[in-house]
């Protein structure tokens, strides 16, 4: 499933982002790049092999390019792949989405719409030409999925009006349940 705008394109995939053949794989992280569940701790746990020591790189990583131990919605840290290097991966780039509990409104969806927009960014900078996303939000963080998913369009649909390097973005979902759902929400 892929959409297209302008050079762009947005493509829906289902796999394990760990192993996702993109230039730049982004975590939905927590503010204070603690990787304890989730997508987070699958990467830390690939890329070093230890998740402790991939915390430990990616805050200190964070005092660096920051200045601060806590990232804000739309602020991004970037780590080294390391182990995942082997899959044609270079970079990690950690944002934070909006903690929802279930609720969805305006804010939920702007906090979205910057951690997206940052990674988008970041990418840009890095000069890579591919960048991979997991469902932001859509796990522990609670936010409606469908909810996830569109805001995931219209976001790279307004960034394609910036897109240089970038050219392939990509939604990788884990399970083929929210592959089917993310295919579903598009087509509708
Ligand atoms: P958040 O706290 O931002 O909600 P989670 O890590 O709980 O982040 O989940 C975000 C999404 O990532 C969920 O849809 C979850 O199913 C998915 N996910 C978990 N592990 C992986 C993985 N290895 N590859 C891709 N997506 C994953």
């Not at 927590?30 to 830390?44: F, R, S």
């Not at 990690?92 to 279930?102: F, S």
């Not at 997206?116 to 939000?137: C, D, M, N, Y």
């Not at 394609?160 to 089917?180: F, G, I, P, R, T």
Request: hydrophobic share 40%; net charge positive; with cysteine.
């Amino acid at each position: 499933m892929e959409l297209n705008f302008g050079s762009l394109t947005f493509k829906v995939a289902q796999g394990d982002i760990t192993r996702f053949p993109a230039e730049a794989i982004v975590n939905a992280a927590n503010k204070y790049l603690e990787h304890g569940g989730g997508v987070a701790y699958a990467i830390a746990k690939v890329a070093a092999g230890d998740v402790r020591e991939y915390i430990r790189i990616s805050k200190e990583a964070m005092k660096e390019q920051i200045g601060r131990n806590w990232i804000e919605h739309g602020e991004v840290v970037v780590t080294p792949a390391m182990k995942m290097e082997q899959y044609g991966i270079k970079y990690v780039i950690h944002t934070v989405g909006p903690y929802c509990g279930g609720k969805w409104d305006e804010d939920k969806k702007e906090k979205l719409k910057k951690a997206i927009l940052g990674a988008l960014r970041k990418a840009e900078e890095l000069g890579v030409k591919s960048i991979a996303f997991p469902a932001i939000s859509a796990g522990i963080y609670g936010c409606p999925f469908e909810e996830v998913v569109k805001t995931f369009v219209e976001m790279v649909k307004e960034f394609s009006e910036e897109a240089k390097s970038v050219k392939e973005v990509y939604l990788v979902l884990y399970s083929k349940k929210d592959y089917e759902r993310a295919l579903k929400t598009l087509t509708v």
